[in-house]
C-alpha cells in the first residue's frame, strides 16, 4: 500500500484541490494517522513512512494537514522518558501514559553515541530483528532524527499560517521542557536546535473581533416610498378616496359573511321541515298498510270458517 501510495504522488498532480485519485489517497493516510495504533517499532516506521507521503502531496498546495503534526507529537512523546506535567496534550492513537508508550526511550548511553545518521529501510515495516539492545537504540535513534527532520519539514511549510505559533506550540514544549538530548550524538542535537529554533517563540495573541468605531456611510440610493401602517397590521390609503373604498369593502364582506349565514339557517329549516313531512307522510303509510293487512287476515278467516261449515 505505501508503494501504491508513493506512485499515486508521482503519476497525479498532488496540488488540485480535489482530484478522483488523490484526495482519496490523502483521506487514506489521514485516517491511517488517526485511527492506527502505534505499539511497536515497524508501525512507528510505518507512520513516519505516512508522513513524509503526507507532506510530499500538500508541497505545493501548502494544505494544512492536523493529522501530520498530531501524529509527528505523538512520536516525539514515545521518546520522553518521564511522562509527569507534560504541559501539551497527547491524542489518539497515542496515550499519554500506560503499555507501549516508551517505544523510543534510549536505554543504553553506549548505543546513544555511537549512533550515525542512517536511511529508514523501507523492509523497516514488514519485521525487524536486532542481535543487541545498542542496535535497538539506534535503531530509536534513526526513528527520531526522521521524526525531528518531518517536524523541520513542516515548519517550513506553514510557517505562513497566522496559527503557526498555537499548532507547533505543543512540540515546541516537548523540546524545550521533556525531550533529552544530552547523551545523543551531535547531529540529534544540531537536529533538534534547529527545529527548536524554527519553532521559538510565545504564541501570539490575536485581536478580538470588535465592530467599527464608526458606521459605514451608507451608498446613496433612492428615496423609499413609505406607506403607513397602523395598528394591527391594516395597510390603509392616505386619501379620501382610499379610505372610503376600504370602507365599502370591509362593509361588503360583512353583508356578504350575514347573507351567508341568513343562507344557511334557511336551508337547515327546509331540510328539518323536509325530514318531518317525510317522516309524517311514512307513519302514515305504515299505518294505512297495517290496516290493510289486518282486513284481509279478518276475510281469510272468515272465508276458512265458511269453507270449513260447507264440509
Known amino acids: 500500500m505505501l508503494i501504491y501510495l508513493k506512485i499515486t504522488a508521482l503519476l497525479f498532480p498532488t496540488s488540485d484541490f480535489r482530484h478522483p485519485v488523490v484526495t482519496p489517497a490523502l483521506m487514506y493516510i489521514s485516517q491511517a494517522l488517526t485511527k492506527c495504533p502505534v505499539t511497536t517499532l515497524e508501525e512507528v516506521t510505518s507512520g ?20 501530520l503534526i498530531n501524529f509527528l507529537l505523538g512520536i516525539l512523546h514515545l521518546a520522553v522518558p518521564v511522562k509527569q506535567s507534560l504541559g501539551y496534550t497527547v491524542v489518539p492513537p497515542f496515550r499519554p501514559v500506560g503499555k507501549n508508550c516508551d ?7 553506549e548505543g546513544a553515541e555511537s549512533w550515525s545518521r542512517k536511511t529508514l529501510p523501507l523492509s523497516g515495516v514488514q519485521g525487524l530483528s536486532f542481535l543487541s539492545e545498542v542496535e535497538r537504540d539506534h535503531y530509536r535513534l534513526s526513528l527520531l532524527a526522521t521524526c525531528l527532520d518531518l517536524v523541520k519539514r513542516s515548519v517550513l511549510l506553514y510557517k505562513s499560517l497566522s496559527s503557526f505559533d498555537h499548532i507547533f506550540q505543543p512540540i515546541r514544549i516537548l523540546l524545550t521542557k521533556h525531550l533529552p538530548v544530552e547523551s545523543c550524538s551531535t547531529h540529534i542535537k ?27 456611510i451608507p451608498l446613496k440610493l433612492f428615496t423609499p416610498k413609505i406607506v403607513e401602517v397602523l395598528d394591527y397590521g391594516k395597510k390603509r390609503g392616505s386619501s379620501k378616496q ?13 353583508e356578504f359573511k350575514g347573507a351567508l349565514r341568513e343562507i344557511r339557517k334557511d336551508t337547515k329549516f327546509l331540510a328539518r321541515e323536509k325530514l318531518t313531512e317525510i317522516m309524517s307522510r311514512d307513519l302514515e303509510r305504515k299505518r294505512k298498510v297495517k290496516e290493510l293487512f289486518g282486513s ?15 264440509k
Do not use: N
Open 103 to 109: 517505544l523510543l526511550v534510549i536505554r543504553s548511553a
Open 48 to 67: 513516519l513512512i505516512l508522513c513524509c507521503l503526507a507532506l510530499e502531496y500538500v508541497t505545493l498546495s501548502q494544505r494544512f494537514v492536523p493529522e
Open 190 to 216: 544540531d537536529l533538534h536546535q534547529e527545529v527548536l529554533v524554527s519553532v521559538s517563540g510565545a504564541p501570539t495573541l490575536q485581536p478580538p473581533l470588535v465592530f467599527d468605531k464608526k458606521k459605514p
Open 242 to 254: 382610499e379610505r372610503e373604498r376600504e370602507r365599502l369593502k370591509h362593509k361588503y364582506k360583512k
Open 296 to 310: 284481509l287476515a279478518t276475510q281469510e278467516g272468515e272465508w276458512k270458517a265458511m269453507k270449513r261449515r260447507k
